[in-house]
């Protein structure tokens, strides 16, 4: 199982949709903006997402049933 991590894309999901890994400590590790969102639009995006990365931490852990950090 791959470390959590959530997928950004505008529209419907593809393949290059940007990729964002939690850390431990709440954190994002951009991996990669493969869907070209614009800087600042990603910047408040990651902000969301390390404001509420315990809500996605808990989701995760009811889906896959563990949780693996990046770092």
């Known amino acids: 199982m791959e470390c959590i991590h959530v997928h950004i894309a505008k529209g419907r999901p593809s393949a290059n949709s940007t990729k964002v890994w939690?850390?431990?400590s709440g954190?994002?590790?951009?991996?990669?903006?493969?869907?070209?969102?614009?800087r600042?639009?990603?910047?408040?995006?990651?902000?969301?997402?390390e404001t509420q990365s315990l809500l996605i931490g808990r989701k995760?852990?009811?889906?896959?049933?563990?949780?693996?950090y990046i770092c």
């Open 22 to 24: 939690l850390t431990r």
């Open 27 to 38: 954190h994002c590790i951009l991996e990669n903006n493969d869907s070209g969102i614009p």
């Open 60 to 68: 995760w852990l009811d889906y896959f049933g563990k949780i693996d």
């Open 40 to 49: 600042n639009v990603l910047g408040n995006l990651l902000a969301i997402i």
